[in-house]
């Protein structure tokens, strides 16, 4: 799969190196820009205050299958008019949109492919994302748990606080894992 990545961050950068690892063949793009024509998918990674410019300053985004991996904290609000970045992302591209990759911790993306078991990864969004997704979670070492539709993107972004304030008061950084009763 081509994957566009938007950000160089600890996401953005990490979640790179695991596809690339995979066999994706991937572009990063920084605070330049660039063009996504040639992608079958594009992740956005950048600070969720962000998200304006870095979509502003790409083109080639329409139509395309885009993970939003974007977390709004403290005071910052998504575009005005949109209860979340997710659904302002699918505003400007008009192609199929996920929140996902914005409730765990980048740091322990090099241990993921070690772990005794599969970590999960909250996402939510577009039906017709879901293929994109699942594939990229698995090729980075997670199984992805839907959340809901697009409408749940607002939801997602709330968890990533819960996420940031367990592990800052007393857990460290960690992964999570969602099991039915049978796979336990």
Do not use: C
């Not at 956005?44 to 977390?71: F, H």
């Not at 910052?76 to 996902?100: I, L, M, Q, R």
């Not at 980048?106 to 996402?123: C, E, K, M, T, V």
């Amino acid at each position: 799969m081509n994957i566009t990545v938007i950000g160089r961050g600890n996401i953005g950068g990490g979640l790179a190196d695991l596809w690339e690892r995979a066999g994706h063949k991937v572009e990063r793009l920084g605070r330049g820009g660039g063009d996504a024509g040639a992608a079958d998918a594009v992740l956005i990674a950048v600070p969720g205050d962000a998200v304006q410019a870095a979509l502003s300053s790409v083109t080639g985004l329409s139509g395309k299958t885009v993970l939003d991996a974007t977390n709004l904290y403290g005071e910052v609000k998504p575009p005005a008019g949109f209860g979340s970045n997710a659904e302002y992302v699918k505003s400007v591209t008009g192609g199929p949109t996920a929140k996902v990759f914005n409730t765990n911790i980048a740091a322990l993306y090099p241990q993921i492919a070690d772990a005794r078991a599969r970590p999960s990864n909250l996402w939510s969004g577009d039906e017709e994302a879901r293929r994109v997704v699942e594939q990229l979670n698995t090729d980075a070492g997670y199984e992805a748990v839907r959340l809901g539709d697009l409408s749940q993107a607002a939801t997602q972004e709330s968890i990533a606080h819960a996420i940031i304030a367990i592990a800052q008061n007393g857990l460290g950084a960690f992964v999570y894992r969602m099991a039915t009763p049978e796979q336990l």
